[in-house]
């Protein structure tokens, strides 16, 4: 009877695996996926919006524990076409739309829309079901700051897997799609309403999310918004910074010109993980959140594109986002480490220990150093 159990147990691992991943194990929990699009109202549409006469359109992707499974299992190439239904949610070229805005970056390194084309034409499963039934919870919040979802297609699944329920909004600007990010720009002030309003909304949907015990995982221009939700919002209790601008002079300023700015309400713990040789890195600012405790992770063999999904599809398309970028290895496997364990710590209080990740080989092969300030 035991080994029937251990090998139910094994096989059930082994599901939640996909053929991107070589070391991390997912958690107990199925995982689910919904897309659901709203019009906020209360501020005017994009200019390139379909519909304009609702207000603001938001695509919010969540990834949630599941008990009961759905019946679509998500493809890498179905969290691409996401992409397509940005600013039309009944887009009939989505599929299409989605691809090429994704792949515009790699395209324009050198990649070529063959490797592209064979890569999405294996049909490559993951985890997530999607309309799958919520388990019982509560679950703590994770918002998934700035980029497409596909951005976060391996990390929102794993974070799941573990218990969280993780929310993205596609970025997009204040007046246009293309983001607004200037010193005098509104596009940070922008990109945190949204998530303000989509928490709203999961809220809503899932009486099972635990928003008084938020987290917030924010890549390049969102680390800086990561830190404005934090400022303005005391139940975000966790800040995980991929390669954030607030590791760099220029994010540093712009959050400091926010109206809202108080470098004082900047108490929720830290983790930035960062690429050391970004001519950009500029960690000044960090150093003068003193009410934070900030761990600093620094990775070896990166590029900024590899904070991404492009960290793992690396692994499917070699040199994905440019023949002279590093090859990442599994150095998004150990980003993906490192987020859930400091998550677990200070949403869900679990002991640990980030220092002690470095004792499996695997991942001392990605760090070039860690630092802990208080």
Known sequence: MKKVVFLLLLAACAQAQTPFIQELAFGKYPVGFQTFFEYDNTRPAVQEQKVKDKGRLLQINVWYPASKKGKETMRFKDYVHLVGKELDADNPSYKQDGIAKY???PVSAGTSQSDIDAFLNQNIS?????????AN??????????????????LGEYLASMGFIAVHVPVKG??????????????LET????YEYAIKIVAQKFKQAQTAE?????????????LGMAIRNSNIKAVVSLDGGIGSDFGGVLLSKQAFYDVN???????????????????????TYKSSKRTLVALKSVAHGHFTSFGLLDNQIPYVIGKNE????????????????????????KPSDLATLRHKKWVTDCIQSFKELS
């Not at 993951?126 to 919520?134: D, E, F, K, N, P």
């Not at 204040?174 to 596009?187: P, V």
């Not at 990109?191 to 949204?194: A, E, N, P, T």
């Open 126 to 134: 993951l985890s997530a079901v999607r309309g799958s039934s919520i």
């Open 137 to 154: 919870g509560p679950f703590p919040v994770v918002m998934l700051v700035h980029g497409f979802a596909v951005d976060y297609a391996f």
């Open 191 to 194: 990109q945190v309403l949204d």
């Open 326 to 349: 590093p090859r990442p290895g599994k150095a998004y496997e150990a980003i993906m480490l490192y987020t859930q364990t400091f998550l677990d710590k200070h949403l869900n209080n």
């Open 265 to 287: 309400k900047i108490n929720a713990p830290i983790l930035h993980l960062y690429n050391p040789n970004d001519p950009y890195t500029d960690l000044k600012w960090l150093n």
């Open 103 to 105: 792949f515009a970056w």
């Open 214 to 226: 938020t987290g917030v995982i924010a890549f390049s221009f969102g680390g800086q918004s990561a």
């Open 174 to 187: 204040t007046t246009t799609y293309e983001l607004d990010y200037g010193l005098q720009d509104k596009g």
